[in-house]
DNA sequence: GTGAAAGCGCTAACAA
DNA sequence: TTGTTAGCGCTTTCAC
């Protein structure tokens, strides 16, 4: 009696359904069903169709882990940022995702939270994962990644500032552009006194944020004192404490820049709560034009940087790693809350405001 | 004169690092380096230190495909999501990939954008890479996915509905609770009138809050007119349209309840717009708890359904496939678009409200 | 243009 | 307990 071999009687014969299924159904070898299946194009037009009917038929997908052991290629490009709650990033993982999907790649997501051990776990499960490149869109130097990672000789791109070395690339974005357009904006309005709040003293993009804000004043020739400069950090207090801030000093400044959208939303609650409006009292620019700020009310008027364009460069950089990326654009979205100086401000009086700010309801 | 074999005399050896080169620098076996990296209890103390030695020293990285490949476990999990732009789903996403991490797993995203051939390709791309899941986090059954999938026998996870197959399960998600909390909460105040706008027809989530809304209404008592319904979509438009209509009927609600957050914040503005006041004029109670709704002004009074738990659960119920995966809680987070009904709406009679209602600015 | 065969790096029998 | 070895499913020389 032989052996009966049959594996299932039930429905569920999972008949092993690989490239040797394919290609006995097709009536070829192997070989020509893998170049079928990456579209070499000297395969003949017959057998090509014979093989195509087959994995039509037979419902064949080929296996990405075989695919990328034998040729080395894994397909998947990291990209690690690190604050979730952030809510620049959802746009910036979108676009990073739908990018690598474009050219035939994967997206691995990875979050630090600003975790140096989370960080290593991230570089560890990537560089397992066998990744072609990496993205860190941290806006910051995490020094552990680029030891381990780097040394691979695995391409990585950065945002703003990196070190030197082949396989980094860096991505600049412009600040300036949009921060002048902002500025030119708010001095056509009319406003003289501007006040910063910007973000931690340590990021990059912060600081040059600052600086594209203090050379674009100059430029209109709107002198910025110290004390109209917050330090905040990029949180919605830390807007609130800036505004808290810059409407206690002898001249309040008749419009506000902040170095992110999440800043201006905490600078609108605490302007809000001080009785002011915006923009009759008080002008607000935020940074980013994050989603939030077209829901907001009044919507923000806002320094918009892409990032989906952000997302785009990296994948353009991490897959051709000579070539420097391309630079990213910042410019002004114009919503409801800058407008003209309140008149009592115009005025050369010192206390140009009212010492009992009228209140709005 | 011998062939010169070094591969490099450039410090970019790059050696070919695999389990074979760890397993003779620590003098044991390949076998016994995949144990050791498996972490297999019956290895000998003495001979595990010595191999995490060499990893250690020489940075061996195990290589994920080929551990896939053999092992056939790809330590995926696949999460498809509809649409981007829906605030809702960043906090989902991220608390998938948090989660399927914790348990050594990786998350595959997907976005449909509501587009079926998109899905396809999502599907295709979640089977090339042989994902051991596959969470379905559309609030909607999309028929091509079930197909391909489930013949395969992979396991998935639906939201709220879903054809039953053994590989399927099912997160519901007890939209009763809190929908019952903000009814009360409303009625509470003082609100007899409450106006409700509500998702897409064919959106089995907003069918099922709608249903949720008009049995709480009914249990405090409260009728709900047919005039008092708007078919909205889930969008901010929607939720703007719904806001006009529900203002022009002869007797407006003194509340409305939003079957979304996105929907809320449209009605917002449209109330801003109507020269009314939130929570003076009317109150406003949305759906989801978005971040943004935390941002917004004022605050957004809305029932919290945790991303992050449905993600949790997802995330649970693929990996125990036979089980029934928790259920999702709904609840009330009183925030500053809810107070007591104006004076005025709360006479008997039936022209309640001003014929024009008072300008707020 | 097509096929046979040699692995990719690893795990899992099986043997020792 | 440890080592040997046969593949996992695929791509890719190398002959034909």
Known sequence: MA????AATAKKSKAKLDIRTVATAAGVSVATVSRVM?????????????VWEAVQRLGYVPNTQ???LVSGRSRLLGVIISDITNPFFPELIQGFEDKAIDVGYEAL????????????????????R??????????????PILERLSSEGIPMVFIDVAPRKKNISIIHVNYDQGIREAVQHLAALGHRRIGYITGPHLLHSANARLDAFLSAAERVGIRVPESCIFHGDHTSEGGSRGVEHLLSIKQPPTAIMCSNDVSALGAMH???????????????????DIKLTEYVLPPLTTIRMSGRDIAASAVYALLNPGTAPKQVETSLIVRQTTGVP?????AKTSSSRSSSPKRHR
């Open 3 to 6: 052996i009966r071999k049959r």
């Open 38 to 50: 990456n579209k070499v194009p000297t395969v003949d037009a017959q057998l090509s169709k014979k």
């Open 66 to 68: 075989a695919r990328a």
């Open 109 to 128: 997501i990875g979050s630090t939270n600003y975790d140096l051990q989370r960080m290593e776990q991230c570089v560890q499960r990537m560089l397992e």
């Open 130 to 143: 066998q990744v072609e490149g990496v993205a860190v869109m941290t806006f910051g130097i995490e020094q």
């Open 270 to 288: 605490a302007i809000s709560r001080a009785g002011l409006s915006i923009p009759d009292d008080i002008s607000l620019i935020g940074f980013d």
């Open 342 to 346: 309140p008149k009592a401000a115009l």
